[in-house]
């Protein structure tokens, strides 16, 4: 199996301020057949289903806002928040679709400082 | 407007059973691989299985292998979980979730793009 660590486990930012979570996995989720990274963020508030912020480790999915960005290749994944607001205050995930069991880090909780 | 709602959970004996479904509309259910997920209470997300489009390929967590079965009804456009000897550790809120692209080999690798509200399964020991 895949395993996928993020880093932080936590980050406080000020509003304003760029937040930058990290996501590792064991091996690598690249395919050098169609050159993408089989890598997902998703954005989780409380008490409300995760949301699918990031997918290919860099394309935004429709409607998230360009403040969001994802970047990495192999095996190191970065999600970058360029300029932190209110209601980005959640707990992301890191998941690869490499293969089978998809696997998810293990969350980091974003708050503001 | 994409929708997914999760139905069937509840609270059960420890070697009890379950069957959560899932409704959807707002797609062309055949054409998307459709996936379940759970998060243990304060916990992380957990993937649990995932079926083809056709129903013809299914996958499963260790976890959970051979005591849950994954299964769709395309005419009705529902996913099903059913969930036999339950045990404390699949207590948890379990989602559904729609594969983002189109289902063309069976093979499902691709990221969730949208996800019901979850249902709550308790099992006690």
């Known amino acids: 199996d895949i395993v996928m660590t993020q880093s932080p486990d936590s980050l406080a930012v000020s509003l304003g301020e760029r937040a930058t979570i990290n996501c590792k996995s064991s091996q690598t989720v690249f395919y050098s057949s169609n050159n993408r990274n089989y890598l997902a963020w998703y954005q989780q508030k409380p008490g409300q289903p995760p949301k699918l912020l990031i997918y290919w480790a860099s394309t935004r999915d429709s409607g998230v806002p360009d403040r969001f960005s994802g970047s990495g290749s192999g095996t190191d994944f970065t999600l970058t928040i360029s300029s932190l607001q209110a209601e980005d205050v959640a707990v992301y995930y890191c998941?690869?679709?490499?293969?089978?069991?998809?696997?998810f880090g293990q969350g980091t909780k974003l708050e503001i400082k | 407007e994409v929708q997914l709602l999760e139905s069937g959970g509840g609270l059960v004996q420890s070697g009890g059973s379950l069957r959560l479904s899932c409704a959807t509309s707002?797609?062309?259910?055949?054409?998307?691989?459709m996936i379940w997920v759970r998060q243990a209470p304060g916990k992380g997300l957990e993937w649990v299985s995932v079926i083809s489009g056709s129903g013809g390929s299914t996958y499963y967590a260790d976890s959970v292998k051979g005591r849950f079965t994954i299964s769709r009804d395309n005419s009705k456009s529902t996913l099903y979980l059913q969930m036999n000897s339950l045990r404390a550790a699949d207590t948890a809120l379990y989602y559904c979730a729609k594969g983002r692209g189109s289902d063309t080999s069976g093979y499902y690798q691709g990221p969730f793009d949208y996800w019901g509200q979850g249902t709550l399964v308790t099992v006690s020991s």
């Open positions: 998941q690869q679709y490499y293969s089978t069991p998809y696997t």
């Open positions: 707002g797609f062309t259910f055949i054409n998307y691989a």
